[in-house]
């Protein structure tokens, strides 16, 4: 059976009609104007982030926590869960299935919907989902196998919903797994007219043999940071309310990476890199000892997530060039170092712990594609330290 068919019976059908028409949707109004960046409109950053003067976000300076998101708060409840559920924590949960683990990992897309709503960009929000879980499966060594997705709304407006589903199986496309079902939950007076929310789940498979678990990271060992498109689908909280307090529009001009501009718009709505392919071609051919997906809690939180006890890592901040939206978003929410590297991923969405053996024909096995680069190293210790 195909998957096509698969997806016609297990997506449960919807109660009432569909909407006769989606919900107008501005972008903001027709004149636009230019982002001005301290270091030159067309200008990459480094990794340094900031801008300005300001070293722990000056006065009036936005934190995550001030956008109603308190990473603290969800670390306590993963500890609470963990004691009730010994295992949890890591970016994917193994179940053991004769000789290999089955690997699952669930996710949503989070406020960046609200950005879809205002955009009207709604073809590769679906992208998005998918890569939140298969790029958690990926860091276990796994190769997806299949996704479902939940998709909710208060009345279902059929053309909407089918630009969404068709940017999910354009993730599971990406990342050479099956759109094997999902659900479709009509839920009159629930959601806000014309809005939508999203999840998802993905299952995947490892030899138990072959599973990435950090267990073998030792001091020295370098890490590898494999670029993002931009915000990915982590932090958008705190980017609505920059965006609230920068007073412009989705539709004024942002400078791209490569000096072309593109519309602050845009530049949020990026899709999230699905890593799957490139990932799985890079431990086939050996020397990968850990790997963390760079999603809510940055480099500071996710890093650690994938060494032993006792070892931290160093980050050479000079070592990678920071997309002009992170800079953006500092400059106008006057945001400090150390909530950009807790809160966003700073232009790197993977990070794979390799031997130092191994290291420079990794960069250069992905000069072509995604290239990759040395952005730190492992070193005694606990956290994260920047450098």
């Known amino acids: 059976m195909t998957t096509d068919h698969l997806l016609h019976f297990l997506r449960a059908p919807a109660g009432s009609p569909a909407a006769a028409s989606t919900r107008a949707v501005r972008w903001g109004p027709p004149q636009t104007q230019r982002v001005q960046f301290c270091q030159g409109a067309a200008g990459m950053r480094r990794a340094s982030v900031s801008c300005s003067s300001a070293g722990s976000g000056g006065e009036g300076g936005l934190t995550y926590k001030d956008a109603g998101v308190d990473i603290d708060a969800g670390a306590e409840l993963v500890r609470r869960i963990a004691r009730m559920a010994p295992g949890i924590g890591g970016f994917g949960g193994l179940f053991p299935y004769n000789d290999d683990y089955l690997v699952a990992s669930t996710d949503g897309v989070g406020t960046k919907l609200k950005l879809a709503f205002e955009t009207g960009i709604h073809d590769t929000i679906g992208i998005d989902l998918v890569a ?86 030792v001091k020295g060992d370098v890490l590898i940071g494999l670029p993002s498109s931009g915000v990915h689908s982590n932090g958008f909280s705190l980017a609505r309310r920059v965006l609230e307090k920068s007073g412009l529009s989705l539709s004024d001009l942002l400078p791209r990476n490569d000096g072309i501009t593109t519309t602050v718009g845009e530049a ?57 939206v992170f800079n953006w978003l500092q400059q106008v929410g006057n ?26 024909r990794i960069i250069e096995d992905t000069h072509v594609s995604n290239p990759a680069c040395h952005i730190g190293e492992v070193i005694e210790g606990d956290g994260v330290q920047y450098v």
């Open 132 to 217: 939140m879980s298969v790029n958690d499966i990926v860091t276990l060594g796994a190769k997806p196998l299949f996704f479902l997705d939940y998709y909710a709304t208060s009345k279902l407006d059929v053309d909407l919903a089918e630009k969404v589903i068709k940017g999910i199986r354009d993730g599971c496309e990406q990342s050479d797994c099956a759109l094997l079902g999902g659900e479709t939950a009509e839920m009159p007076g629930f959601y806000a007219e014309g809005e939508y929310d999203l999840s998802g789940f993905a299952v995947g498979v490892v030899k138990k043999d072959k599973v990435i678990d950090g267990k073998n990271i």
């Open 268 to 324: 949020l709505m990026a899709p999230t890199v699905i890593y799957v392919k490139q990932v799985l071609e890079i431990i086939k051919k050996g020397g990968v000892k850990g790997l963390a997906h760079i999603t809510g809690g940055g480099f500071t939180d996710n890093i650690p997530r994938v060494f032993p006890s006792g070892l931290g890592a160093k980050i050479f901040t000079g070592s990678w060039e920071v997309p002009p």
């Open 335 to 360: 945001i400090d170092d150390a909530e950009m590297r807790r809160t966003f991923n700073m232009g790197i969405g993977m990070v794979l712990v390799v031997s130092r053996e191994s290291a420079d």
